[in-house]
């Protein structure tokens, strides 16, 4: 019987395999038949993308000018059009005119190839008026659940395929290496590993097992490669990133998405070592298509060709960027206000200044990502077919998702769970209103209109005046985010005196790129004293952060009671927030970054022994401010039971080189009440040639537990988990001892 079980399964993967490379032979000979009948024009207009915007009729926004359109795909011969209409966020209905109109006008076209739409859906289908929102990247991050992640990243497809669009420029997989960045918050967080399980899972949730289905749709990762480690910390500045770290960290976060099946990546916007990533050959062609084997479609970001000339100055006129960029592999260009590219293209290829072969492999690239959509076939989205979206069973997954990403950093005595008898004060800059609670890309793209969009949702004030009854709440703004305001917060102190505790939401205005660039690390002073000047009441507050990117509190955060990280936990934030503030939910997130305590410390978890004093360093005449004392590390989530770890194993303490080691520990609720905890593995190479971390995560599970309840958790490690990128830019490990570390537990192995 097992052994006919045995066979079937074996037979079973086998015809899955064998359907799969059949599809994929069969989709390539349709490619090379299309590709073999396009003229250059035709080719060149695939390979350029156009926002939408340029289409419309300025008498009328949201609708198109036909002429445009028309000029677009049939003389521009355009295969791509991206972003949203104005004044932003269509409905589902909208959506599918407007993909109606394009759809209609391409296959008026000889070859009636269609159009790939695209869109930045990344919290849900976050340009759609009435879809779930979902925290944003960084809040998924802190989940440490891959399960939810994925569950989250199916419903972000489904509903943006309800609003007819196949392809997201989702997952974010940015590494930031100064936490003031602008996008900090559209990442995963700090940690390279971290960050490639949550890739794997967004690319799986997205994509599904057939891409062309009516529930999925393309991923596009982004952005190749470094764009998160500029070292001013602002958008768009230069990163200087030796290839041994980029191939140790950034690099690692692409191949796990690659593997997992992501059909297309969007380049950095940023320079590395002084290229601009656009332009690099090396970065695009050497290592991501030929030696990630990468077979998808590589997009520019926004502008990027021109800006090779304009901004870059690598370029001297704007067609030598177009060839530039060409050349080093780009595959489509998000010009996307003209049409220069595709003319620049065509008379570059007519010159043989370009390859028809670089073209061809360019467009086939395109062409195979629209057979695998399933465009050539599937028309508009039959809204029929969505009866879930904006559903209360999709409300629920975001809920839950923002429930285990909200983080408790700080609970002195116990102060939270809050008693839903006494009166509090609700106050501070971000307590009311849906646009800090969702960030930017909600709805537009500063996310500057989710008070409108989202009106039914609930504001930090509202979900509270929810949980226990308006007449329990007193609140006023205290402060601004930005002006100062010392009668606003003389009448938050007054209020005060007549509430038992305070809660303070403090954080951002709503940003993304650019706009969102700060030259001080430091919440906003109007905040800082709104904070201070509440801490003279001797009364309880509860500091609730609402913030992209871990703004310092240092100046006042030993005042703070109880600190929570909300992050940008979405449109159903505010409620799971209040949950956890009474109990009702249990807090599981964890912080995906060190938060840092001063401006001038900015030390990773994964930091070296050198940034911080070692022993006999400290002499008695002079006062060292070496040191590595982050406000909270990465991985810091309370929760209101305790967690107790024992019995640390692991099978082998001493290994070969071709070995596994498995680990186990025992996880106890020892606490009175049911909860979560994301159990970490972390792993020092205790010597190396190159200086090792001082510990690195290397697995994460998280589990559930009752009070009393112990679970067994098991980790197997392999080879490359002892691996780093030495001199020579190759993977190896080195001969030693290593220490293996679960909460406080460690144990020691020997590599022979
Ligand atoms: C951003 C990308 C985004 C693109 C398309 C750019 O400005 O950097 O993340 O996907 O615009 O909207």
Redesign the pocket.
């Known amino acids: 019987m097992k052994n006919t079980i045995l066979l079937l399964f074996t037979f079973s993967i086998c015809s899955v395999t064998w359907s799969q490379g059949n599809k994929k032979s069969e989709i390539d000979a349709k490619v090379s038949e299309l590709l073999s009948k396009m003229t250059l024009e035709e080719k060149v207009g695939q390979m350029t993308q156009i926002t939408v915007t340029i289409f419309e009729d300025p008498k009328k926004p949201g609708y198109f000018d036909p002429a445009k359109l028309k000029q677009g795909i049939q003389d521009y011969h355009i295969g791509s059009i991206?972003?949203v209409p104005n004044p932003g966020a269509p409905t589902i209905q909208r959506w599918q005119e407007t993909l109606t109109a394009i759809i209609n006008e391409a296959n008026k076209t000889r070859l009636k190839i269609p159009v790939l739409y695209g869109i930045?859906a990344i919290h849900g289908a976050s340009y759609t008026a009435g879809a779930t929102l979902f925290p944003q990247q960084i809040g998924l991050a802190a989940t440490f659940n891959t399960d939810l992640v994925k569950r989250g990243a199916e419903i972000s497809a489904y509903e943006t395929r309800a609003s007819s669009i196949p392809w997201v420029?989702s997952p974010?997989l940015d590494f930031p290496r100064n936490p003031a960045w602008s996008r900090m918050w559209e990442s995963f967080g700090e940690d390279a590993y971290l960050s490639s399980k949550m890739a794997v899972a967004l690319v799986d949730g997205f994509e599904g097992k057939n891409v062309g289905s009516k529930y999925s749709v393309a991923s596009c990762m982004?952005?190749y490669i470094g764009y998160g480690s500029t070292y001013t910390g602002k958008d768009r500045t230069p990163s200087i990133i030796p290839e041994r770290l980029l191939r140790q960290y950034d690099l690692t976060i692409y191949e796990a998405a690659i593997k997992a099946g992501a059909k297309s990546v969007?380049v950095s916007?940023g320079e590395i070592n002084g290229t601009p990533v656009h332009a690099s050959k090396h970065l695009i062609t050497d290592i991501l298509k030929n030696e990630l084997g990468f077979t998808g479609v590589v997009v520019t970001?926004?502008k990027d060709i021109i800006y090779l000339h304009t901004r870059h100055k690598v370029a001297e006129t704007k067609r030598d960027a177009v060839r530039i960029a060409i050349m080093a592999g780009i595959d489509m260009s998000?010009v996307p206000e003209e049409f220069s590219f595709y003319t620049d293209l065509v008379d570059l290829v007519q010159k043989g200044e370009v390859p028809m072969s670089r073209i061809d492999d360019a467009v086939a690239r395109i062409l195979r990502m629209k057979f695998e959509l399933d465009l050539f076939q599937n028309t508009v989205a039959n809204l029929k077919d969505y009866p879930k979206f904006g559903s209360a069973e999709h409300i629920q997954e975001a809920y839950k998702t923002a429930a285990e990403s909200i983080t408790l950093l700080k609970n002195n005595n116990a102060v939270l769970p809050l008693n839903k008898n006494e009166k509090i004060l609700v106050t501070g800059a971000t307590a009311n209103s849906m646009k800090y609670l969702n960030g930017g890309w909600s709805y537009t793209?500063q996310g500057d209109k989710s008070d409108t969009y989202a009106a039914d949702k609930f504001t930090i004030l509202e979900a509270f005046q929810n949980k226990i009854g308006k007449e329990n709440i007193l609140y006023t703004p205290g402060a601004d985010l930005e002006i100062e305001n010392e009668a606003e917060i003389q009448k938050a102190v007054d209020l005060a005196k007549n509430a038992s505790k305070i809660v303070l939401c403090l954080g951002e205005k709503n940003y993304t790129?650019t706009p969102g660039d700060i030259s001080n690390l430091f919440m906003s002073s109007s905040q800082i004293k709104l904070a201070l000047a509440l801490s003279k009441l001797n009364k309880p507050i509860i500091l609730v952060l609402n913030e992209g990117r871990p703004r310092l509190i240092s100046d006042f955060e030993d005042k703070m009671n109880a600190v929570i990280q909300c992050y940008l936990p979405g449109n159903e934030g505010a409620r799971a927030l209040v949950d956890i503030i009474y109990g009702d939910v249990n807090p599981s997130g964890r912080l995906p970054y060190n938060y840092p305590r001063y401006p001038n410390s900015l030390e990773k978890y994964n930091r070296k022994y050198t940034e911080s004093i070692s022993e006999g360093e400290q002499n008695d005449d002079a006062k060292y401010e070496k040191s590595y004392l982050p406000q909270y590390e990465f991985g810091t989530g309370l929760s209101y039971t305790t967690f107790t770890y024992s019995n640390l194993k692991i099978d082998k303490s001493e290994i070969n080189s071709n070995d596994e080691i498995n680990v186990s520990v025992e996880v106890t609720n020892s606490g009175k009440k049911a909860g979560k905890e994301s159990i970490l593995l972390y792993l020092s190479d205790n010597f190396a040639s190159i200086t090792p971390e001082f510990k690195t995560l290397k697995r994460f599970e998280k589990i559930s537990l009752e009070p009393n309840e112990t679970k067994t958790v098991k980790f197997t490690l392999n080879q490359k988990d002892l691996q780093f990128v030495n001199e020579d830019l190759k993977w190896i490990s080195e001969k030693g001892t290593f220490t293996l570390q679960i909460s406080n537990l460690k144990k020691d192995f020997v590599l022979k």
């Open positions: 991206l972003n930045d420029f974010d982004k952005h969007m916007s970001d926004w998000m793209w790129e």
